[in-house]
Structures are given as C-alpha cells and as structure tokens.
C-alpha cells in the first residue's frame, strides 16, 4: 500500500523576502522584487534587471562559524532549509538522522564557484591553492553541507534537470516517501544570480529587453520579450502523513501526484510541445486520483517567453477544454523572475499558501491581453477562493516538462 505524502514545513529565500510570511504578503500584494541587478556588473549590456535576494542574514540561521567559506547559493539553500526544518518542529540533534533525506534541485548551482576554481587551478599551481578553495564548487556541495550541519543521514541527492529541476526534486522525494524509502525529505531549489548564468541566458537570446523593447516580466502578455533572471532558495519538508500525524505535525497539504515527460529536442513543431507539455499534467492528475474538474487552481510555468507561455496555455486549454477558461490562473514569476532550477519549488509554496489561505495572487506588469491566450488569468488584485486541489507546471527548453497536484487535507 502506497503511503501519503504531506507537507509540514516551508522555507523561503527569495527576492521578495526571507521568510514563508514575507513571500507570500509580497505576493498577496503584488509586489515586485525585480530591480536593477547590483551584484553584477551589466553595464556593457543591454538586459539591466534581475530578482536578487538582498535582506537575507544567513549568520541568524546558520551562525557564523566558517560562513565566510560557503558560496552565496549555500547560504541560501542552508537558510531556508533551517526555516522549513524550525517550521515543521522538526529534532535537528540526530534523532531523525536515518529517517530523514534531503533531495534538491538546481540546474546551475555553483557553476560560476566551479569555473573560478578549474580557472585558478589552470592559471597557478595546484599545490599553492588553499584547501578551502574547493570548499564549496561542485553542483552538490550545498546539499552536502545542508545534510551535514542538520545531521541528515538518510539520503541525500540532487536532481539537475534545467529548470523543471526543483519540481523533478519534489516528486522524486514524493516517490520515495510513498514507498517507504523515507519518513522525512528536505525537498526543494536553489539557484544563484551570477556573471556566467547571465551571459549564458543573454547569450540564448532568452532575457527580456534584449530586443530594445521593455525589460519586465511578463507572463501571458502580448508584449512579452523573455524572462528576467532571478536567484534564492525554496525548501519544503515532505513528511509521510502516519509520521507527521504521530508527532502532532501541522499539515499544510498533501502531495498527490507528480507528472514527467520530455519532448526530445528544441526543434519539434509546437503541436507536439503542446501535448506533451499536456501529457505531464494528465499524468500527474491521474497519479493523484484528481479529476481535472476538480482542480481549483494552476500555478503556471509562465515566465515572459513568448513560445513557452504559447504552448503552456495550448496545453491547459487542450486537457482542461471549456474548463479552462473557469479555472484561476497565477503566474508568480510576474514578481519573482524565472528563478529557474528553483522556480517550481517557489510556485509549489505559493500554492500551498493558496490551499491554506484562500487567496490566489494576482499576475503583475500584465497590460495588454493576447488573443492566444485564452486563460483565466488573475489580474489586478487577489481573488478569494477554496481551493481543494491545485496542480502547477514547470518546463525547461531542452524539453522537460513536470507538473505536481497538491491538494487540502481535510
């Protein structure tokens, strides 16, 4: 017998604040945590916005022992999986240590760490570069670190699958909690803002303003032009239900099903992107038992590029057909930017705040309505609604599409 999988903690580092509270407020009031990027030096180009974190005093959740050697991504993802651990009261001394995983997903990580260091190591001699040089680079050493100082000996991984990373990182945990691999996963994202990651997305031609037209995100606008690059980190404790009921957890939601696919190539017609974009979602409901009539609520992949949002709303419309004109539609990335190995964590959290609160936050920046999509979208101001179950995508443009269904535990 499968077990069910809840939700009893969340962590939140991300542009618009620290914190599960100041995120989701943020959100609720349709702020923006896009500014001009101050961390890089993007004066010779043309793209001048991103979603960086900026209030965030890591010293508060890991102390300051050896905080100087841990790489802006660590700090993140280390501080908010110590806000999700302390919110679902879990023992951080080594009781739980073999019961307890921690699974996360990043699809850059620490790239520009490694880059510097395989630099300074072709450019100086090996034997005279200090030792904690290396400290923090590879793709898995913010894990590594998190599993040591909380004393996580179960298991840990991480996922690397472009931007659907995240997403992929939650279900993956989900899958092993259902059959019995695990009590407790640390699941999530991380993802830093760096020189490399920005002059590999300008080089793609894929942030917004490179066209000499506005710099904004826009998800499902018909003026959008690409995303806007965004950093943090996104943590949620998956806890099977018997254990977290056990120890007198609160619940905030039930993971229910999870849904994969791939295209195979950037080049395939946009029909096919469409169904199997479609496909992930009808995979993930019929994992969790939803009927699509069902579902109150889509958190959308949508990030501002103009064929990704295309053959997102295709999708929608193709599975949920006159349905998905009723269904509310929020796209966060309007305030957050594309995050992207991180993003579906972060759209995970504001739907599980959704399921708790009633409300759905509005898309912003959105100014003129495109014909092709046909959508429910939320605009302007919050809408009260219950919400019993909500499904959210996430798609790479390698060709990954994910897509989780949470629903309310009654």
């Not at 806000?83 to 080594?94: C, F, I, K, S, V």
């Not at 279900?171 to 993802?191: C, L, N, P, T, Y």
């Not at 590029?305 to 004109?325: H, M, N, P, W, Y």
């Not at 100014?367 to 996430?394: C, F, G, Q, V």
Request: glycine share 10%; hydrophobic share 40%.
């Amino acid at each position: 017998m499968k077990k069910r999988v809840v939700i009893t903690g969340l962590g939140v580092v991300s542009p618009l604040g620290c914190g599960k509270e100041a995120f989701w407020n943020s959100l609720i009031e349709g702020k923006s945590g896009i500014t001009p990027i101050s961390s890089l030096d993007v004066s010779p180009y043309k793209c001048k916005l991103g979603g960086e974190v900026r209030d965030l005093k890591p010293e508060v959740y890991l102390g300051s022992k050896g905080l100087k050697y841990l790489n802006k991504g660590t700090r993140f993802l280390g501080s908010a999986s110590k806000m999700a651990l302390d919110d679902a009261n879990l023992p951080q001394d080594g009781s739980l240590s073999d019961q307890m995983g921690i699974v996360i997903g990043s699809s850059l990580g620490n790239f520009s760490e490694t880059t510097d260091y395989f630099y300074e190591i072709i450019r100086n001699n090996p034997s005279e570069l200090s030792p904690m040089l290396s400290y923090d680079v590879a793709l898995n050493s913010s894990i590594n670190y998190v599993s040591v100082i909380f004393k996580i000996k179960g298991l840990a991984r991480t996922i690397s699958a472009g931007f659907t990373s995240s997403a992929d990182a939650v279900g993956d945990a989900f899958k092993m909690i259902r059959r019995g691999m695990a009590k407790v996963i640390v699941a999530g994202g991380v993802e830093q803002i760096s020189i490399d990651l920005y002059l590999i997305f300008y080089l793609r031609g894929l942030l917004s303003g490179l066209d000499g037209t506005r710099e904004a995100s826009l998800p499902f606008d018909k003026e959008r032009n690409g995303f806007v690059m965004a950093e943090g980190s996104y943590v949620i404790i998956l806890e099977e239900l018997q254990h977290a009921l056990d120890r007198g957890a609160h619940v905030y939601a039930e993971v229910k099903g999870f849904g994969s696919t791939f295209v195979g190539g950037k080049n395939h017609p946009t029909g096919i992107r469409v169904r199997r974009a479609e496909r992930a979602m009808r995979e993930a409901l019929e994992d969790a038992g939803v009927k699509k009539e069902d579902v109150g609520l889509i958190s959308t992949n949508a990030n501002g590029c103009k064929v990704q949002d295309a053959v997102e709303a295709k999708a929608i419309r193709s599975l949920f057909d006159t349905g998905s004109s009723q269904i509310p539609i929020s796209a966060i990335k309007s305030n957050i930017g594309e995050s992207y190995g991180t993003a579906g964590a972060a759209q995970l959290i504001s739907s599980v705040m959704s399921i708790n609160t009633g409300l759905i936050p509005p898309i912003i920046n959105h100014r003129d309505k495109d014909p092709e999509i046909n959508l429910n979208l939320i605009l302007e101001k919050p809408i009260k609604k219950e919400i019993r179950n909500a499904a959210l995508n996430t798609r790479d443009y390698e060709g990954n599409n994910s897509c989780l269904v949470i629903s309310r535990m009654d």
